[in-house]
């Protein structure tokens, strides 16, 4: 592979591509340096948003919060709009979510720099299909609190958000090593919340919910290790969870995203592969915005990142971010037999600096599908933009 540095042009157009099922795809308009962490949402009326963070790099308190829209029948995403602005702090893992009531939620993190475990979360709402936003309000202040799954309503009423915690032993920096899952719920449209920690979640993060047709819920996790996809269940309206364990689907310590499709089947994007084979890794996903003498990336000769007495793993970071794969399951996420790239590549990952252009990951995907059965994807395209797909799932099996 060409491993010169690339630009994207991010231009918005939609473009059909032909090879066996058409599909249709854009970059999505930026005017930042580097833009991460998409998520969708399909309006009532059929337009398209997208929400992403985008600045110069990741971890740094020039990343703001951004969001552009595709309008019903238009080919062309808008240029992007920057919906929040707090310069002490970098504004990441944005998500919409709309309320019963038809009010529309953008929550996000904000943090120090470098700094996962002083995260909290705040949020803003729209009344008018995301055109206006009130104030930025806080919705969680403990310290560490991170989300990036959407909140989802369940049968009784009740709004489920997952989060998970950024921790860290005393005097030492977050790596990751200790980070665990939970679901916030709130049975009176977010105005309160009760908490519901997932038993022996260490190392999965990301947990991404839906509710399966026998009225189960069911979470996917990454991995911090790099391993495998990890998946738990609930019964009770997500109040009890069980233990996370490994399903047969690798992953390599990055987003992934699924969503439950009009028929009931399961649409899963991720990276089809884990850290086995991976001869480097990193010391952190900050390493290259902290101090001169922490900024090393570890060689294969080199040891693993420390860890402290009271854990038995460390968090591996820089496993490539590549394939970006979309899987089928029609058995409520047992088995994922269909299967298709949707981007290919090396996946470069060992840097988050996107100024020289090195950075070659497909990554953070987010999945939805409307009414009309069209399935629509996007993700982070080397850190450079973020890229649009739209496809059918008689593309994906074909």
């Not at 993060?205 to 290790?225: C, P, Q, Y």
């Not at 969503?259 to 480097?280: I, Q, S």
């Not at 080199?302 to 968090?315: G, L, N, S």
Request: aromatic residues 10%; contains cysteine.
């Amino acid at each position: 592979m060409n491993n010169q540095p690339t630009t994207i042009v991010a231009d918005g157009k939609l473009k059909t591509c032909s090879g066996g099922l058409k599909h249709v795809e854009a970059y999505i308009p930026s005017d930042c340096i580097q833009n991460h962490a998409s998520n969708l949402l399909v309006l009532d009326n059929g337009d398209l948003l997208c929400t992403w963070f985008g600045g110069t790099q990741e971890g740094i308190a020039d990343i703001h919060i951004y969001l552009s829209r595709l309008k019903k029948g238009e080919k062309e995403w808008s240029r992007a709009v920057k919906l929040s602005d707090d310069s002490t702090r970098s504004e990441q893992n944005p998500i919409l979510f709309r309320a019963p009531d038809n009010k529309l939620w953008l929550l996000y993190t904000a943090q120090k720099s470098g700094n996962q475990d002083t995260a909290i979360v705040r949020y803003r709402i729209s009344e008018d299909e995301g055109y206006s936003w009130g104030p930025i309000e806080t919705l969680f202040d403990q310290p560490g609190t991170f989300i990036r799954q959407p909140i989802v309503v369940l049968d009784n009423g009740d709004w489920l958000l997952p989060v998970f915690y950024c921790i860290i032993s005393p005097g030492q920096k977050w790596t990751g090593n200790k980070d665990i899952s939970a679901v916030k719920i709130s049975k009176n449209q977010g105005e309160s919340w009760e908490e519901y920690e997932v038993p022996n979640s260490l190392g999965c993060v990301h947990m991404n919910i839906e509710k399966l047709d026998d009225g189960t819920l069911l979470a996917l996790f990454r991995s911090r290790w790099a391993d495998h996809i990890y998946s738990s269940h609930s019964t009770d309206h997500g109040r009890t969870w069980s233990e996370p364990i490994p399903t047969q689907l690798p992953n390599n310590n990055s987003s992934i995203q699924f969503t439950k499709l009009n028929n009931g089947h399961l649409a899963l994007v991720f990276n089809n592969m884990n850290a086995d084979n991976c001869t480097e890794r990193r010391l952190s996903l900050y390493d290259e915005i902290e101090d001169e003498e922490d900024m090393d990336i570890l060689s294969p000769n080199q040891d693993t990142p420390e860890k402290d007495d009271e854990e038995d793993r460390a968090a591996f970071w820089g496993a490539p971010r590549a394939p970006m794969t979309i899987a089928i399951s029609e058995d409520g996420g047992r088995t994922w037999p269909y299967k298709k790239d949707i981007e290919t590549g090396d996946g470069y990952a060992m840097t988050n600096n996107s100024k020289e252009k090195l950075n070659r990951e497909y990554s953070y995907p987010s999945i939805k599908q409307s009414a009309d059965g069209k399935i629509h994807i996007a993700f982070t395209y080397f850190r450079q933009a973020i890229k649009y797909v739209c496809v059918s799932e008689e593309f994906i099996k074909a």
